[in-house]
């Protein structure tokens, strides 16, 4: 096992694991694939249905030249991109070449996640206060007066930030995802990017690797069909709780695919696991839930925004 690591890196990784006859290979890449400006994704989110599905909900009757939201300009996102499906790719043709079965998951995403400290991520823009406030008008019930005060605004990486919650708050949950996943996208803060795990979905299939949807699986565990945020403690590294869940999705693929021996018992429960080895006092002291700052006009002064 290897973590923080590049896509790069892992596919050293694996040709070193290779030469070593393994009986199977799991790759779970892609949180650590660059953290790219917002203006780095322009043609990347134009192949993407989902961004070019948020023209239909955009506030009308603005031209699509004046709409305030993204529209990035840069090829650094699509290299980045192009290399790391170049490197998924090497892994499976190296693993298939060797004989050895191999696995490639899809990431769960906590879609949700705002940093607290602006000194690590300043490449980024600074949160409007105007942001919080519309989001405060949304988190009192007040879901039009918000949403219409963001689709005027020009800070678009957080404004998508605020649509999402605004839209899940009102129950609209499509228009919740849509938002929240272009808010990855756009400023996605080390986690894997939504468009890597839809094309994920679409490679891996016919490639004769193993898919484990780790990523939907997430979503399936809210009714929002948004990974609850409560199972990470972080931008991308998930409690116990999550782990087991993506451990139950990861199982269940390979074993569906063959790639493990029948089982013959019932899968063990995650309480049954817990006593079975003891874990319970360690896990009591582990990281509590990520928790979205309920504390708005904090947030906007730990990014330093504007006055």
């Known amino acids: 096992a290897a973590m923080s690591q590049t896509s790069t890196r892992v596919r050293a990784i694996v040709d070193e694991l290779l030469a070593l006859e393994p009986d199977l290979v799991i790759v779970l890449a892609g949180n650590n694939e660059g953290q790219q400006h917002a203006t780095a994704l322009n043609r990347a989110l134009h192949r993407w249905v989902v961004y070019r599905e948020l023209k239909t909900v955009l506030k009308p009757p603005a031209p699509p030249e004046e709409r305030p939201y993204f529209t990035p300009q840069s090829d650094d996102l699509l290299g980045t991109r192009e290399r790391f499906f170049e490197n998924v790719d090497g892994m499976i043709a ?8 191999i696995a490639v998951g899809t990431l769960p995403i906590n879609g949700y996640y705002t940093p ?3 000194t690590l991520y300043e490449s980024y823009p600074p949160m409007a206060p105007e942001v919080a406030g519309a989001l405060a008008a949304c988190r009192a019930g007040r879901f039009d007066e918000g ?22 708050l ?11 996943d272009l808010y990855v996208e756009q400023m996605p803060f080390n986690r894997i990017r939504p468009s890597y795990n839809d094309e994920l979905r679409e490679r891996v299939p016919g490639s004769g690797a193993i898919l484990a949807d780790l990523d939907r699986a997430a979503r399936a565990l809210s009714p929002q069909g948004i990974a609850p945020p409560e199972l990470f403690v972080d931008y991308c590294h998930m409690r116990y709780e999550g782990y087991f869940e993506m451990s139950r999705t990861l199982i269940d693929a390979l074993a569906k695919a063959g790639a493990l021996p029948p089982m013959t018992l019932p899968a063990p429960t995650r309480d049954a696991i817990l006593d079975a080895k003891g874990w319970r006092d360690t896990l009591a002291q582990s990281p509590p839930p990520y928790q979205p700052s309920p504390d708005w006009p904090a947030v906007v002064a730990a990014l330093g925004a504007h006055p």
């Not at 005060?149 to 678009?156: M, N, P, R, T």
């Not at 009102?170 to 929240?180: Q, S």
């Open 94 to 101: 190296a693993a298939k070449a060797a004989g050895v079965p």
């Open 116 to 118: 607290d400290d602006r």
């Open 147 to 168: 949403i219409t005060a963001l689709a005027d605004a020009q800070d678009a990486g957080w404004t998508l930030r605020a649509l999402a919650e605004c839209y899940e």
């Open 170 to 180: 009102k129950g609209d949950f499509a228009a919740a995802r849509r938002y929240g």
